[in-house]
């Protein structure tokens, strides 16, 4: 059934093409095709999502495309907590009020009264009181897929955390959006929170230049793509169809960021991705050299897709990336950073990316389903072994929520069908790194996380 739809907008077009000639034709067909959406939005007040919403509801078995945030506050009773997260979060974060369907072989947001979004505000089980309990709630939340016909999110709250702290775990579809949403919707619940230094947003781009976009895309898309040779090796192997559903995630210490900015403003044109990737990398393939037996060149990720402009406090180093990045592992840590630099060079282009959106967003809204999505995807990336995110999170550490102070937060991203996820957040100067991977099938990320958080002590020892 997933191929009728794509193979009846073919065949309509091949049809009109032929009668028409190709230029009124395709004009015509997007007459047809868009006036319909349109019409059926308008008649169901319903409002379609982008193409990467669309992208993220492709999900694997056990590894929805969910984001789960867990939060640390000075102690909160629940009713305060969950008339807060009404009245501001849900109100003032428009998306949370919202469902998904299915309608017309698309997917559609529609809006739902704030009365049904409280019932997402739920109690955590009293068991959870310490940290690791907080962190097996999670990985027990995690291959949880959130229903099309709920809202796609859900809050659990703990009151009596411990004597003097309340927590909240937050769980949503990666459709809502990204890190820099989440800080979004922090916001809108915190009383002191001001995204105006760093929210920016991506530049206005007029339908001219959208044009010339998408038809410069395969020649933008084909800049992003790393090199990748038949005789790199993927010690960690992607799923496929290995995924148990059991879920294991590990959280580093805190690193404090100016001392991280020092080390890596020793190098000419670094950012903190470069000196991230270049740690990665090289943290796997000892990894993989002691308890693999395997050594490695390479190192292939993925990074995740933002479309905004630089976050100048933490000196990102790139707007926008949604591409394999293929680092090679150097023993020299400045080594390793220019290769990588090398290598997201081409991603630090507003314009490369946003012309393969706009590729993507035509290609997949004309002919595409999920079926041959994921298809497309499982080739593209079949090198890949895991997924690596970059949050800023809020730089100073006097957050308050209803007055209590926000004291710890954090995040945990999906790994997909891949190896493992990596996500790295800061939150009141300090930065710490996340890692989710499958329990069973995955490799061993306590000691992945130990390689990095080793190399990390070395460099700042030696700065």
Known sequence: MDIIVPVFKITFLSYIIYKLGFIWGVILFFVCYFGLIK????????????????????????????????????????????????QRGIQKYKRLRQKVERYFNEMFWKEIPIEDAEDNIMLIPSEIKTLSSVMSFIEYEFPKALALSKPQWEVYYKENYNETQSLFVFKYHHSLGDGLSLLNLFSGICDNLDLSEFNTRAEHVSWPKKICLALLSPYFVYLTLPQVKKEDVNALQRFGGKISGEKKIVMSKPFEFEELRRIYKKYDNCTFNDLAWAIIAKSIDKYSTTSLNQK??????????????????????????????????????????????????PLKNKTTMLGASYLLGLISRLFLNDSLLKKAGETSFEKVAFIYTNVNGPPTKNLTIGERKVIEIFPFVPQGNLSFSIITFTYGGQVRFSLTTDAVNGPDTAQILANIESEIDLLVKSK
């Open 296 to 345: 490695m060149d390479t190192v292939i990720g993925a990074m995740g897709v933002s479309f905004r402009t630089e976050i100048i406090p933490y000196e990102l180093g790139n707007c926008s990336a949604g591409s394999m990045v293929r680092a090679c592992v150097k023993e020299e840590l400045s080594e390793g950073i220019r290769s990588v630099r090398d290598v997201l060079k």
């Open 39 to 86: 019409l059926t939005e308008i008649l169901l007040q319903l409002e379609q999502i982008s193409v990467f919403d669309s992208l993220f509801f492709m999900e694997y078995k056990g590894s929805p495309n969910v984001i789960q945030t867990a939060v640390i506050i000075e102690k909160l009773d629940y009713a305060s907590f969950k008339r807060l997260i009404s």
